[in-house]
């Protein structure tokens, strides 16, 4: 058996594993880098394996640092099976439609603003300029990936031949998130455990159940995003919250909470709701406006058996988490751009790290006003915008002007989806602890 790491290492983005069984060829993950415009460029080098010879991709979550690539490896000649639960599959195919929709429409941009400037490039200059401002891939690309899918249950054990079987477990970090667990058996009919344990969430994370504890393994692939990190604890978190929300409510400030659109938003939108529903916020308008975290929403909407029991007993007593007095969807970009002149509003908008979307107009608008309040509540990779903004340079470029920060910047750990250094101890201290484990280790 091979095993090779052909993304995410000495990094957090780019999920890439490859297996060589020596009956079957299978990736884990085929996810985007993410951040610098050195790591995006990675997403053009070629992988290090034939995407024609895997047989499987096993797709752990829809982030599209784990998704990215998939219309990559497509497009190279991958003509196997993708397998995941049901809302990785939905999820997954919005977020690369997503990305698509935006890498086509900068390109367009880019195009048109070349031909008005006009060029003195030679041709070839022009044609390697011009290929490297090409979309990854197209929106026709994503689709050509929608008949790969293939959805599984958790815990239901899979044989895909004599030689390799598989079993989806829960990795409670997104909806529909997975570990996998590989056993490989080889000519010999000696069998080996593999897992792989996708991103792992943080236990009482809401919506979301707890990941699986798996027992036994000979090999484990873990995340370590935040390894060396303990988390807020989420309690001061929602406090912390609530009382920004109250601030900027009373001062009639604009709170800007740049949003990734799945998991997160709906958290954000699930406490929310509580808060209406406790009494503790009323009359302050929330605005989401990111269509992906609707659509987002809708497949959350979709699945409620993912749901933790907290979120079945809300629903089950007829309150929607992510409805409530206040809220507002925004769609059309006219609407977003009608938010400008609003006050004492929440909005939430993409992209997460502020790296496009409708965020940088809203960051435009208020970052210089000393009553905005910017809310980060999700990782910033090095080199974004949010990052910047996080760590509170004091001039920031957006479209290409340079804008004082103002703003009160707010980092809220407490909802991070990834588990932190002791909720990672534990998952990975559940291994070994049956009577065989013991026994194999002394061998
Ligand atoms: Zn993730």
Known sequence: MK???????KTVTGSCYYVDTGEVK????CGAYQG??????MNYEPFPFNPADIDFVFLTHAHF???GRLPVLVKQGFHGRIVCTQPTRDLAKVVLLDAANLQEEEYERWVAKVNEGGTTATPEEEESIYASKKPLFTVADVEAIFPYFEVYPYSTSVNINDHLEFRLRDAGHIIGSASVEFWIKNDAGRTRKLVFSGDLGQPGARIVKDPDLIREADYVVCESTYGNRV?????ETLLELLSILQVAQKEEGVVLIPAFAIERAQEILYEMNLFVEQRLLSGLPIYLDSPMASKATAIFKQYPDFYDEDAKRLLSKGDDPFEFPGLHIVEDSEESKRLISKRGVVIMAGSGMCTGGRILHHLKNNIENSKTHIIFVGYQVSGTLGRKIMDGERM???FGREYENNAHIHTLGGFSAHGDERDLSYWL???GHTQTDIHNSWR
């Open 429 to 431: 201290g559940s291994f």
């Open 231 to 235: 988390h807020r604890d989420r309690n």
């Open 396 to 398: 920031v470029k957006i």
């Open 65 to 67: 640092d784990h998704c």
């Open 26 to 29: 299978f990736v884990v993950d």
């Open 36 to 41: 610098s415009s050195t790591q995006e460029a």
């Open 3 to 9: 095993l090779k790491f052909c993304g995410a290492a």
